[in-house]
Structure formats: C-alpha cells, structure tokens
C-alpha cells in the first residue's frame, strides 16, 4: 500500500447486505461497531477466543457466526470488509497483510495508518446517514458529526428533499402542540418546503407573533420558495375575530392591499385578495407582490378546496 498523508480517503457507502464481513477480536471496539454491521445486514463471522457480554448475546440471537478462537491465515478468504480489533498486534499485522493480498477493505483498530479504511463518525436522522471522517482524529470527527445532526433536528441546517415524495400540509404554529413546533420542527419543515402559504389569520397577533420568533423570516427567505398569502380582510371588514382593531393599533389600514404591503415583497411572492376586493389588484402588484381576485370565503369544503387551488396555482405562476 502506498501511503501519503496528503490524499484524503475516498467516502463512499459499503452496500453489505448479504455480503460477508470478519471481525476480529471480540471487545468493545467490535461491540460498537457490530450493530451497524448487523443493521446493514451483512453476512457477519466473529473470529475471537472471547468476547464481551453485548457481543455473546449477539451471537446467542443469531446476528452473528463466531467462531471462537485466534485469527488464522485464511480467514479473510472470499470476504469484503474487516475489522481487525484485537489487543495482539502481531496477529493484527497479520490479518492485516492477509487483507492486502486479497483485496479486502481492512479497518484496523490499533494502527490507522496500517489500515485501508477508515469507519467515519456516524448519525442519523430522518433518513438522512451523516458520516464524518478527519483523518486519525475520531474526536474530532464525532464533534463534527454531532454538530451537523443537531443542525438536522433544530432546522439550522437545511436539507430539503428533492427527489418525487407524498405531498402533504404542514401547519406551523397552528395552535396548542409541542413547544418546539416553531422553533425547531416549523423551521425544519420551512426547510423542506415546496410552498409557503400564510391563511387568512390576525396578520398581527397570530401570523406576526410566529414571524417575531427569531430565525423563522430567515428560514423563510433561506427556503427559496413562493411565498403566498391569503387576504384576512374582505370588503374593508375582517374575516374573522378582531383583526380590523388590531391592525388599527399597529397603524394598518383594515383593508386586502394594507395588509399586503405590512407582510411586504421582502417577504411576500403572491397574494389572494376576495372578489369584492379586486380593485385592490393593481395597488398590491405596484408595491412588487403579484396578487390575484379570487373568492376566499371558505363556506364549505368545497370552496376551502378551491381557496387552497388558487394558492397553489399562484405560486406555480410565481415560480415561473
């Protein structure tokens, strides 16, 4: 093997289901790298004369083969992966030097630099596998692997799906729930959106306090997607609730094209206005914010369907 500190390690993920993996040496280094092994369902030999209790119970289920004894030449013959964990050096060198003949991927616990892979620090969320190699520094590695998936989980990091899945309707701080439901989940989803779509509520108390939580405007614009709301005035009067008083008190005009141009274009792409309001059309579109008269009484299902097609149909026009 030709060693240079200077390439880095190539990552790619080992598809071993079904495929046979060695281990040897049975102690906590094979303990905690025996699950995921297990759990990518590789064909899994143990060679190692004891082993700790987590790794016999292991074998007593049935996950694994062990074979209880020292490693011999030949053990690694017809395998694609092995990791060599045993406190005797000279039979890792061994099994070490068996795994370069034959051209097996060799992790070797005691020497790093001896082996011809590395295992990467690993987590895992949502489906998404972060693995994580800095060269011989494992604690450094863990500590990047453990900032990236707390990333994930608070929404910090975004990782949108692009690929065809299940639609679905996300509300984010639609009432009483879990306490993160804005903070972290609602700016998770934010993150994973095709469109953002502010209902007809209190534009002040309701929609403007989840706006107010720090991070979710920029985890808004950082989503890159149609912005669209829905006008909570009709006819100068407010759909529901106090939300004409409570305009008044922030110095908004109770009507569609007010309430516009306080959400802005810095944060608005579309906006539906009711029927009764299209003359209010010309003033939203000036201040930079497409908008379209559409009905928005939600009466029935029926007509809340068609609301939420209209919606949607701006933002595919929004999109371009």
């Known amino acids: 093997m030709v060693e240079n500190a ?75 992966y092995a990791l060599v964990a045993t406190t005797d050096r000279e039979a890792n060198a061994r099994a070490s030097a068996e795994a370069e003949r034959t051209r097996t991927w060799c992790v070797r616990a005691d020497d790093a630099e001896a082996a011809t892979a590395w295992t990467p620090a690993t987590g895992r969320i949502e489906g998404v596998t972060v693995a994580v190699l800095t060269g011989t520094d494992p604690r450094r590695s863990a500590a990047v692997r453990d900032a990236i998936v707390e990333g994930l989980r608070d929404g910090t990091l975004a990782a949108p799906q692009h690929r065809a899945r299940a639609p679905f309707v996300a509300l984010v701080g639609g009432g009483p729930g879990d306490p993160d439901l804005i903070t972290v989940r609602g700016r998770r989803l934010l993150a994973e959106a095709d469109v953002v779509i502010f209902p007809p509520s209190n534009p002040v108390v309701s929609i ?17 997607v149609p912005v669209v709301g829905l006008s909570p005035i009709v006819g100068d009067a407010p759909v529901r609730g106090m939300a004409d008083k409570v305009l008044a008190a922030v110095g908004v005009e109770a009507t569609a094209s007010a309430v516009a141009r306080h959400y802005g274009s810095g944060l608005l792409d579309g906006w539906l206005v009711d029927t009764v309001d299209a003359d209010a059309v010309a003033e939203v579109e000036a201040a930079g914010i497409r908008c379209r008269a559409v009905p928005l009484m939600m009466t029935d299902v029926d007509a809340a369907a068609a609301m939420a097609r209209e919606a949607l149909a701006l933002a595919e026009e929004v999109r371009g």
């Open 6 to 80: 200077e390439q880095p390690a190539y990552p790619v993920g080992l598809r071993l289901a079904g495929r046979r993996v060695v281990v040897i040496g049975g102690g906590q280094v094979a303990q905690r790298r025996l699950p995921a092994l297990i759990a990518a369902g590789a064909d899994i030999t143990l060679v190692s004369p004891s082993a700790t209790p987590s790794v016999e119970a292991m074998a007593e289920a049935g996950e694994i083969r062990w074979e209880r004894r020292r490693y011999e030449e030949g053990d690694l013959a017809d395998t694609w």
């Open 208 to 224: 403007g306090t989840i706006l107010a939580v720090p991070g979710i405007r920029e985890a808004i614009a950082e989503a890159g």
